[in-house]
């Protein structure tokens, strides 16, 4: 069957892996494929793709999944009958040949030792796949005999090669420098010919598809290039270099066609420069010329080429001298490539039209008619992680893709000429985008955040470049939402202020507010509106996702330690924070506000780093408007499936309740959250998912984007799975994930501690594309490695909002881990750098002491002449001083040794000339030492400082100097130690001249935390704010860093005590817990004591550790009533355990717990008193007050049993409590909860049991209790006796065909079958199970009157049924079950209207003066899909039904409309089945009762076809 426009699957593929000669091909038929990162895409192309009529025809169809690493050749067999099969190369070096139709490996090698760069499947050999390595090792492999044969020609690089389409042994090898040689692979790759012009890489070789050189008119004097061989001379022509021709393409701008019979050149074409037509890049971009070529195989005398900036040229070969080419799509603006153009690939499909695809640096797949030259199609593509998706709310179809490759893409989905119609924007990014928010109502207005921090505003709809806010974030964008304006901009006049502002959320854990109307002014923190709106003393905590409900009323704000706190307009007031995540949250979704159901709008989906996704109906607190904020630690569903982190949540428009989840699993999920129940699940992603959006027309259709580079559109009935995978499956798809691109290992330098090594949150090599400043980014390298993260601690959810919002700990190295690092191993350095000094001066003392005067001495041990000419020169100078000649003079300077002898002028020369000489062996201590003995003891302090050679001895000295040269030379030694990474020792030095907050500042700069607080805890006044900015610093980075302990430690320091329970708890273990509740207890902070407390316990409750549990309670005198809960749960476990009904065992029982017995009743309130003294009515009516305050979500199907279970025991421990201070109706009413969620859960086997223990001997003895009470809770009793009977019912029924009608397991079972289904329909007002009752029957073992006898017990009951057959209960039923089947009716007729308009634009587009008339046609088709026994029913009639149905439902008494009750019409349905399997056990009135019931009520679809088989 045809799909409906826009119904079919679509994939938006990586882009093409960019600089390989041959990584795209095609074949006749018409299938195309591309290399793509790891895997190759493939497109089928022409009819056979299936698409829609009017538009372009092809459709993605696959993927090759299989190499680790890029994928760097592709190439089909071109031989008929084969073309299924194609080869693969990859930097993992196989070379893999794979059969298309199966997408699986047939073979593959592993010859090559080094990077293979080039590869071709040979046009005349069918089984020969040649390829060829970076080393210049070219492997010839022959598929069908697994034979494989080693060619080394030249020890180049080898760029391409391509095999001849006419000589089975010629291939054409072109190497990096512009070499190209054709080789004879069957004289063991003999060089034919050596063809030497080019003098850059060989980036295409193109055979001449007619073998001869007569196909072109080339004389011979046009080139007189001599020909060239091996040795030097002309080489004969042989048979097998038979005249063909061959072009060449290369990086030097040039095309040469060479002549094979002459082993020359013939021809050069030189790229024109042609002038750029309006592409989507700057003009003034240097990026690298790549010059690929196709021959067509039909016109020999043309030849098509790429040119500079991403044009496709046709040469004109005949008139080569004027250099004639035709442009391609020359008419058409902004048709061509923006950018190079790799490859080349000629495609004839199946009608015969002759096609040409492109695959460019732009990202786009272009597809060009041969015919025209004209574009015909574009395939876009992304260049990196698909981060964040966002459907417009005003240009409706209009789907804003955020990408690492630095672009944004608008892709209208509902273009009916074009299923890719996608516009690109980059000017202004220039970094990966993380988020996208689409201005609720402005059209076109489309804001945008970056990973470095950066938020724009783009106008879609102009070419001006976006907006950008002059307040940055520090770290990556997670997400972005549009809200009403707050304080301080909502304090403008009507006119000075936008109706709504722009919110941001970073990952330093800040929320900005931007004025759209001034971006260059200030964005403004809402912390500190939060702070004073609510007083706040403690840390805020990281926000990591902000979320306005639609109607713009209340703020969410998720968190790092996994709270979520809901804020009010106009100036945020915290009314309620939700402890339910204990990770960081990732996303936040508000459910929409046009259902059927308002009240849903209050529901709030939310995921974190837990694979559990939570959903609160926040109506009561919002309603409620608390004084002092609520805390939440119960959700309204609870949604378990996925095995990794939460990304992104979005909420059908379609639909009440259903949510999509995307996760790190690999998956995504639909739910039915109000039945907690998963749909659908789809794994078409080979990563993780980041995104997630739903359609907003088609309510079967989701787009998804992943880490590999995908978005894929999918539809909802199409999956065949229904829920995440686990175990073995989700361990697949870890392989098929692992398959992708591993990072390439960064070269990291140890760290020192001199500085932390900067936080990259991305490990991408994105070097060119920082030169190319305004194109977009990650262009500049080969596409697997534009964006390459590595696997765990990637921060875009959804950065990855899509950013996962981990704080990152391991490989790409956080400040927060650096820092700690440092901080442990602060004095390892120090000690190493000292450490060799002090061990060579222990050395040197042992040897002599080395000369202070080492020259002068070396002057005094000259030859005698010398030394006695010293005598003479010195006597002179001293006895004749008043007439020293010039000539005494001189002799005087060149013999400075005897200014030890002659005067202090003298003397300070010949000192100057030692010290010069010490300084140039290196000695600068003896050279201080002289200048010391001089008296100049500032001046070697300058000239130490001045060189960095300052020393202890030094410093120590420098007072004698002064006090002012004192102080700065330990500063200008404190500099030095800094330079030398010793800043402990820095610090002690300026400690010395009292320069106390400078040592700190220091230290705390360089993460020497621990020091730092020691040096201000001892010498700073304890009041000193920078102790506690150091305490709270210290502890933000060791939180970060997972060291919880001492980061609680340090808030206390700090008096956060507050933030220091916080902390401790972050771990979520129950020994943290626990640990957390006592200090919160300590400190006074006693509601955070209690929330912990019962957290621990709760955590505790999941392994059984019921002692455990009863311990963390003990706490606080506030939980006695949660630990009578506990208790109640711990003595309901063992009963349940002791009769094999429990699901596990348990280890540690409290001691009172064991050895009791009587009623369980009677037990539990034994129990209180002995262990928890709990006597007096006052005390019952306390614990009473106490849980009555608590209120559980009520449950479905979903609910897990242990959860389910603590709900129950919550309300039997109501009951229990109600019944010792005598308050009957309280005790009936909780009672009667439990029943209920017992039943609404689908587990019979609790709710008899429930029964069994609080209801032994049936409900008289309540009936008597209640006495004249009663009347106040009649249909509350009414409700639990009915349910009381139903199960005896249901019991009975069964126990007629079964052997052993005790055995509980086999109850459940069997009620599984039979009532679970019903359970949320009736409290949505549905009716019961669409299953047949018949086919829960168990066939009777005998003839049903054979051995049936009833025991009076059974009659008594049976007689007692007719509690069940309530008018009143069957009417308000029926009424519930036409409102739930109206509503079903009228969704399915919405859906059908949609699809049939969708279809209607598609055909022709409606007829603008008729749009009624399309709405009816639509309607009247979507009415026959939903007829009812072959009656179509009309839009009046379903609406006059459904507000029949809702009056009627208005007429009954709330009092019993409050109180669920078993479903009459499935009470009537059994009971006459059991007339039936034993005759004469019901009496005739009853039955009658029951038919007549049936009759009267079972109009509703679900009952029809039972009832026409009993009332007939």
């Known amino acids: 069957m045809a799909l409906i426009m826009g119904q079919e699957p679509r994939t938006l593929p990586p882009s093409p892996n960019w600089y390989c000669a041959r990584c795209s091909d095609a074949v006749p038929g018409g299938l195309f494929g591309f290399a793509a990162r790891t895997s190759v895409f493939l497109v089928r192309v022409g009819p056979g793709a299936g698409a829609n009529p009017g538009t372009p025809p092809f459709r993605v169809i696959g993927e090759l999944v299989g190499h680790t690493e890029r994928v760097s050749g592709f190439t089909f067999s071109h031989h008929p009958g084969q073309y299924n099969l194609c080869a693969t190369s990859s930097d993992d070096g196989t070379v893999k040949i794979w059969d298309v139709e199966t997408k699986a490996v047939v073979t593959e090698h592993a010859l090559h030792q080094h990077t293979i760069s080039a590869l071709h499947w040979s046009p005349q050999v069918k089984d020969l796949i040649v390829s060829g390595d970076e080393k210049g090792v070219v492997f010839c492999y022959w598929l069908n005999r697994n034979d494989s044969q080693h060619l080394f020609i030249e020890p180049r690089t080898i760029f391409c090669l391509t095999c001849s389409p006419h000589h089975e042994d010629l291939v054409a090898i072109g190497y990096k420098d512009g070499i190209v040689v054709i080789i004879d692979i069957s004289k063991k790759g003999e060089v034919i010919h050596r063809l030497r012009g080019h003098d850059d890489e060989i980036h295409s070789i193109a055979w001449c598809p007619l073998p001869g050189e007569d196909c072109l008119s080339i004389s011979q004097e046009e080139n007189s290039e001599e020909p060239e061989s091996p040795n030097g001379k002309v080489t004969p022509q042989t048979p097998v270099t038979k005249a063909c021709y061959l072009a060449t393409g290369s990086k030097d701008q040039t095309i040469r ?56 040229l046709l040469w004109d070969l005949n008139q080569s001298w004027r250099r004639k080419y035709t442009l391609f799509s020359a008419s058409s603006e902004g048709q061509n490539h923006s950018r190079i153009v790799f490859n080349l690939c000629p495609l004839q499909t199946e009608d015969d039209k ?82 996208l928010c689409w201005h609720p109502t402005k059209e076109g207005c489309l804001a945008f955040g970056t990973d470095d921090g950066k938020v724009g505003l783009y106008d879609t709809y102009s070419n ?138 209050y529901l709030m989906a939310s995921g974190s780093n837990n694979a559990v996704i939570y959903v609160h109906n926040l109506k009561t607190v919002i309603e409620s408007n608390p004084e002092s904020p ?240 010293d005598c003479l020169v010195l006597a002179t100078a001293k006895h004749s001083r008043a007439d020293l000649n010039e000539d005494v003079s001189t002799d005087l300077e060149e013999r400075f040794h005897l200014g030890l002898f002659t005067d202090r002028t003298a003397l300070y020369r010949m000192i100057e000339v030692e010290g010069k000489g010490h300084l140039e062996n290196g000695h600068p201590e003896l050279f201080h030492q002289l200048m010391l003995w001089k008296g100049d003891l500032k001046g070697v302090l300058q000239t130490a400082a001045e060189r960095g050679e300052l020393t202890d001895s030094l410093v120590a000295m420098a007072p004698v100097a002064g006090y002012h040269v004192w102080l700065w030379a330990v500063e200008a030694f404190a500099k030095q130690l800094c330079f030398q990474d010793q800043y402990v020792k820095a610090a002690s030095h300026l400690l010395s001249i009292h320069k106390v907050y400078e040592a700190v500042e220091l230290l705390k700069s360089n993460h020497f935390y621990r020091e730092a607080i020691a040096v201000a805890k001892a010498r700073l006044r304890p009041e000193d704010p920078i102790l506690k900015d150091l305490y709270l610093t210290w502890g933000a980075i060791l939180e970060k860093d997972g060291h919880y302990a001492v980061a609680a430690k340090c808030y206390l320091g700090a008096a956060s005590a507050y933030d220091a329970a916080k902390v401790l708890s972050k771990k979520g273990d129950p020994a943290s817990l626990k640990t957390a509740a006592e200090l919160a207890s300590i400190v006074g902070e006693n509601e955070l004591s209690t929330s912990l407390a019962l957290r621990c316990a709760q955590e505790l409750l999941l392994t059984r550790n019921w002692v455990g549990a009863q311990e963390a309670l003990k706490l606080h005198e506030s939980l006695k009533g949660q630990r009578l809960v506990f208790c109640l749960l711990e003595l309901l476990s063992k009963h349940l355990e002791e009769r094999q009904l429990s699901e596990g065992k348990s280890s540690s029982y409290n001691v009172w717990a064991t050895g009791i017995e009587g009623p369980f009743v009677e037990r539990v309130t034994a129990v209180w008193k002995s262990a928890f003294s709990l006597e007096t009515p ?129 109850v459940r079972a069997a009620h599984g079958r039979t009532a679970s289904v019903e359970q949320t329909q009736q409290i949505d007002g549905a009716g019961p199970q669409e299953t047949d009752p018949n086919a829960s029957q168990p066939e009777p073992r005998g003839s049903p009157e054979s051995d049936v006898r009833l025991t009076e017990e059974s009659k008594q009951m049976l007689i007692t049924c007719k509690e069940l057959f309530s008018e009143k209960h069957a009417s308000l039923q029926n009424s519930q079950r036409t409102v739930a089947e109206v509503q079903e009716t009228l969704a399915d007729m919405i859906r059908q209207h949609q699809k049939s308009q969708v279809c209607n634009s598609t055909a022709n587009g409606p007829d603008k003066n008729e749009p009624e008339q399309v709405v009816e046609q639509s309607l009247s088709s979507a009415q026959s899909q939903c007829k009812e026994e072959n009656q179509p029913l009309s839009l009046p009639e379903l609406t006059k039904r459904l507000t029949e149905a809702n009056e009627r439902i208005a007429k009954f008494p709330e009092s019993l409309k409050l109180w669920p009750f078993p479903d009459v019409l499935e009470c009537c349905l059994i009971l006459l089945h059991v007339a039936a399997q034993c005759p004469g056990s019901v009496a005739q009135d009853m039955r009658q009762q029951a038919q007549e019931l049936l009759e009267k009520y079972g109009n509703t679809k679900v009952y029809r076809r039972y009832c026409q088989t009993f009332c007939m």
């Open 257 to 312: 066609i060479w002549s094979c019979s002459r082993g020359r050149g013939v021809m050069v074409l030189k790229l024109p420069f042609l002038k750029r037509r309006g592409g989507g890049i700057d003009p003034t971009i240097k990026e690298r010329l790549w010059l690929t070529l196709h021959w067509p195989k039909d016109q020999p005398t043309q030849l098509v080429s790429s040119c500079f900036g991403g044009e496709l």
């Open 354 to 435: 002759q096609l040409l695809l492109s695959t460019s640096m732009d990202r786009d797949v272009k597809c060009w008619d041969m015919a025209t030259l004209e574009c015909c199609w574009s395939l876009p593509s992304l260049g990196g992680f698909a981060y964040s998706l966002a459907f417009s709310p005003v240009d409706t179809g209009c789907l804003a893709i955020g990408a690492g490759d630095g672009m944004i893409r608008v892709w209208n989905t509902l273009s009916i000429k074009n299923n890719y119609d996608v516009k690109n924007f980059w000017q202004g990014v220039k970094s990966k985008v993380t988020a």
């Open 464 to 601: 001006k470049p976006p907006q950008i806010s002059s307040t940055y974030h520090k770290k990556t964008v997670y997400t972005l939402a549009w809200g009403p304006p707050l304080p301080p901009i909502s304090l403008g006049g009507e006119g000075d202020r936008p109706s709504l502002t722009l919110y941001s959320c970073g990952g330093e854990g800040i929320v900005l507010q931007h004025n759209p109307w001034k971006l260059g002014g200030e964005a403004y923190d809402i912390n500190k509106l939060i702070r004073d709106t609510n007083s706040i003393k403690y840390k805020l905590p990281v926000h990591t996702e902000v979320s306005w409900k639609a109607d713009g009323k209340i703020m969410a704000l998720g968190n790092e330690d996994g709270s979520i706190e809901i804020f009010q307009v106009p100036n945020l007031k915290l009314i309620c924070t939700i402890q339910q995540h204990h990770k960081l949250v990732n996303t936040i979704s508000w459910h929409h506000e046009h259902g059927n159901q308002p009240e849903l709008s």
């Open 630 to 869: 609520v805390t939440v630690t119960e959700p309204y569903r609870t949604l378990s499936g996925h095995t990794a982190k939460i990304t992104s949540v979005a909420w059908s428009p379609h639909h009440d309740g259903r949510l999509v989840s995307a996760s790190y699993d690999g998956t995504a999920q639909v739910w039915d959250t109000l039945r907690e129940e998963p749909l659908c699940n789809f794994r078409g992603h080979r990563g993780r998912l980041l995104c997630v959006a739903w359609s907003p027309l088609d309510p079967d259709c989701i787009y998804s984007g992943a880490d590999d580079f995908c978005v894929y559109k999918w539809l909802t009935p199409m999956q065949e799975h229904s829920r995440p995978p686990q175990g073995k499956k989700s361990i697949e798809l870890e392989k098929k994930r692992l398959s992708q691109p591993k990072p390439k290992p960064k070269k990291k330098k140890k760290p020192t501690s001199r500085a932390p090594v900067k936080q990259e949150v991305y490990d991408g090599n994105e070097d060119e594309s920082i030169r190319e400043s305004s194109g977009p980014v990650e262009n500049g390298v080969s596409d697997q490695e534009a964006e390459e993260e590595a696997p765990e601690p990637e921060l875009p959810s959804g950065i990855a909002s899509g950013a996962s919002r981990e704080p990152v700990t391991c490989t790409p190295v956080s400040v927060g881990f650096e820092k700690s690092k440092i901080t442990v191993n602060n004095k390892v350095p120090v000690l190493k750098k000292e450490s060799p000094k002090e061990k060579s001066e222990s050395i040197t003392k042992k040897r002599k002491a080395r000369s202070m005067l080492p020259l002068t001495t070396s002057l005094d041990h000259r030859p005698k002449e010398e030394l006695h000419q």
């Open 1178 to 1306: 006052e005390q019952y009516q306390a614990a009473l007050q106490q849980l009555q305050n608590i209120k559980y979500p009520s449950a479905t199907n979903n609910t897990l049993s242990k959860q389910l279970l603590l709900h129950i025991c919550h309300d039997l421990t109501l009951a229990v409590l109600s019944q010792q201070v005598a308050s009957w109706d309280a005790a009936v009413e909780a009672l009667l909860r439990a029943v209920v969620r017992s039943y609404d859960s689908g587990n019979f086997t609790i709710m008899q049991e429930v029964y069994s223990a609080f209801l032994p001997e049936g409900c008289d003895n309540l009936r008597d209790k209640l006495g004249e009470h009663q009347s106040s809770t009649t249909p509350a009793f009414k409700s639990l006796e009915a349910f009381l009977i139903y199960g005896c019912l249901y019991e009975f029924w069964w126990s007629l065909s079964r052997p052993c009608p005790k055995s509980n397991v086999w």
